[in-house]
Each structure stands twice: as C-alpha cells, then as structure tokens.
C-alpha cells in the first residue's frame, strides 16, 4: 500500500455510492435447500424469534432464534396441506398460526418450549392468502379467495365472514387501533372496525394489492402492489396521501417500524428497500445477489432489522445499523464498512493505493492503518464523533465516500 495523502477535497465532483446492508445471519425455510421459496416470515413480539412458511410439497414452518440463527423448532406440515402463505406470532406470546393456501388455518400453542399443534380449521374458501392475530391474541382475521375476510376466536369458533372483495382477499393488518386492512387483486385498499363495516375503500392501484398495513397511530394505510408502487393512504378519509415509486417490479409485501418512522418493501426486484414515512424519501436499497424475489418482509419491534423471505428458501435477518459503501472501478469492487463506524473502519478491494480520511471542510484525519491481503483497518478511535469522507484510490481511479464516526 502505497503511503501517499492527498490534501485536498473537491466537494462537487463527488462521486455518487451504493449502499449495502449487512445480513446478519440467513438460513433455510425447510430440509431442501434453496428449492421451496419462502412467502412467509414474522418476528416474535419481543423480537427474539423469527418465524417462517415454506412453499410446498410438503411444506414446513420454522422458527429461528434472532440473535445467532440457530433453528429452533421444525414442523413438516400435513401433506395434505400446499404451501404455507402467512405465518405470525400472538402479541401476548401465547399462540401461533400459520395460513395454508387452500384455506385451511393452523393454530399452535406456545407456551411450552416449542410450539404444539392444537388444529386445523378447513375455512371453505378454496385459497387464503393472510393470517393476522388481533392485538389481544384472541382472535385472528384471514384473507380468503370467494372474496371472504374471516374473523375467528383463537378456539378455531368463527365469529364472522364477509364479502370483502371482488374475488380474492390478498393481505389483511390488525392494527392496535382496533382497525383491520384488507388489500385484494381488485386492486382496492379497504379499511373496516372489527364489527366488519366498511370505514374506507381506497382506489388508486392498478394491480392487485400484496400488502397493507395500518400506521401504529391508527391514521394512515400502506400499501403494496403488483403495479410496481407503494401507496399511504389517509385512514380517515380514504384520500391519496404519497405514492412510492423505485421498484421495478411487482411490490409483494409491506411493514411499517413500530415507531413509525420507516417502511419496509420487499419485490419482484430482488429488492428490500426502506423509506422514510414522512417525506417518502427512499433511504436504503439492498439484496442479496442470487436470492431471487422478495416475497416477505418483516420490522423487528425496535426496527433496526428487517427479517425476510426468498424465492431460493432463504430466511434473512439484515441489520440496518450496519451499513456497507460499495464502489467498482475497472475491474475493482471496493467495500467500506461498517457505516457508521464507531473504533474500525474497514475497506475490502484489490489493488487499493492510497486511503485519506478527511471532513466536510478538506482537513486530513492521519490514522493508524493496517492491511491483511485485501483487507485494511483504520482505526477511528481517536476520531471525533462527526461526518467525514473516505478516499480510496484504486487503479489511479478515485472515489469518495461519506461515512460517519458514531
């Protein structure tokens, strides 16, 4: 490496960066690696577990401990059942439930070590799609085919079925607020109170929703289409509040952060991207090269990670603290992580020349760096807490990258 710093910044001829996340850990849906596509995954209420649905034949549900990965519970499904569509965890602990797509709902207990079967309710509609626990845990709402949204006590007794859409009922959300969201291939967004009367129907996509969910203050909708956009919606009036565009596919899922800053939007793309809830401004963008379509995404309860489900049968947890800058020059990829940075910075790439730290005014951070093979360590112990930027030449090619010394 050669030991040479450049002392001046010219600030508008930075170049732009892409940014990567970091995945935590990713694992498989089922026993048969990267051939059942997982369209269902869910975080425990406190945020320690992951659950997921695997396609079929058969199908299998799993759940993960959040920290290492490790799989915790493993359950062929019937094989008289196809392919597990939803899958979520009570609030309160207690239950589990899965969606199967001939209509048929799972219900497990959870409070021994490892959830138990307690049944299978065939619910007459041909196909559901989504499986939501009321706030309390005692009831659940499903998304059907025949047009059905279902409400169910926890026992498996039905306590109402209605016509919610034109044909098949794609999505649902049980808000804390007491409000249920339905999204169907009608491609309406519709809202109801728990009664099962219609409080809005919201037009405006023009493919079948995927995804709906309600904001945590109860005021807005979100929604996910197959018309490649996601749309906020005013809960009170059913007004148009901002469309999402970026994917270059269908949109097949949707979270908002439990805090309600964030949105989380998984696609046809291969894409997760995050956006910010109030300007709608598109914050990161990211996959994992080879995973195929996203078909679920899921917020844990401190929405600092996003758990996902993949074509290829993956079950992904991405850390959002944990950003990576990546930059190719020639025949170079080039990455710096992690960012924000807090004792280390690393940068990984062949044929690395020359690094300078500096900040937003041009001034020139000396620090301690060491190299191993492709790998070089800046120690930022001694750097301020602030902005800087990272200037990498490789191959007498420069680039520029923001990061931050937390």
């Given at each position: 490496m050669k030991n040479r710093y450049i002392a001046t910044l010219a600030v508008a001829a930075l170049s732009l960066q892409s940014y990567a996340q970091n995945i935590k850990w990713n694992n498989q849906n089922s026993p048969f690696a990267g051939t059942k596509e997982t369209y269902a995954v869910a975080f425990s209420a406190d945020g320690s577990k992951i659950f997921s649905g695997s396609e079929c034949s058969p199908s299998y549900l799993r759940i993960f401990d959040f920290n290492s990965g490790n799989l915790l519970w493993d359950y062929k499904v019937n094989d008289t059942l196809m392919c597990i569509q939803g899958v979520r965890f009570s609030s309160n602990g207690q239950k589990a439930a899965a969606i199967e797509e001939l209509g048929n709902l799972l219900i497990f207990d959870y409070t021994t070590a490892t959830p138990t079967w307690v049944s299978t309710i065939p619910l007459g509609t041909g196909a559901a799609f989504s499986v939501n626990f009321s706030p309390d845990g005692n009831k659940i709402v499903i998304g059907n085919g025949n047009k059905k949204l279902m409400w169910y006590n926890i026992n498996g007794t039905q306590i109402r079925s209605i016509d919610a859409h034109v044909n098949y009922v794609m999505c649902t959300d049980w808000s804390k607020t007491e409000k249920i969201a339905s999204g169907g291939d009608d491609a309406k967004v519709k809202l109801w109170d728990t009664a099962g009367n219609l409080l809005q129907t919201m037009s405006g996509h023009t493919g079948s929703v995927y995804g709906v969910k309600i904001s945590p203050n109860g005021s807005y909708v979100v929604s996910a289409s197959k018309d490649k956009t996601i749309k906020i919606w005013d809960a009170s009036n059913g007004s148009l509040v901002r469309t999402l565009t970026g994917h270059t596919d269908d949109v097949k899922f949707v979270d908002i952060s439990d805090d309600g800053t964030k949105i989380v939007s998984g696609g046809a793309d291969s894409l997760i991207k995050i956006w910010d809830f109030n300007s709608g401004a598109q914050l990161k963008s990211f996959k994992n090269t080879g995973s195929g379509i996203v078909y679920a995404v899921d917020f844990s309860p401190n929405g600092k990670y996003v758990a996902a489900g993949t074509d290829k049968g993956?079950?992904?947890?991405?850390?959002?603290?944990?950003?990576?800058?990546?930059?190719?020059?020639?025949?170079?990829?080039?990455?710096?992580?992690?960012?924000?940075?807090?004792?280390?910075?690393?940068?990984?790439?062949?044929?690395?020349?020359?690094?300078?730290?500096?900040?937003?005014?041009?001034?020139?951070?000396?620090?301690?760096?060491?190299?191993?093979?492709?790998?070089?360590?800046?120690?930022?112990?001694?750097?301020p807490t602030g902005n800087y930027w990272l200037k990498v030449i490789v191959d007498e090619q420069t680039s520029t990258t923001p990061f931050i010394k937390k």
């Open positions: 993956e079950v992904q947890v991405w850390d959002l603290t944990f950003n990576t800058s990546v930059k190719t020059m020639g025949n170079t990829t080039t990455r710096i992580y992690p960012n924000p940075c807090a004792d280390v910075l690393q940068v990984a790439g062949n044929n690395v020349e020359n690094i300078t730290v500096l900040d937003a005014t041009g001034k020139i951070y000396f620090l301690p760096i060491s190299k191993s093979g492709d790998n070089i360590r800046i120690n930022t112990t001694a750097l």
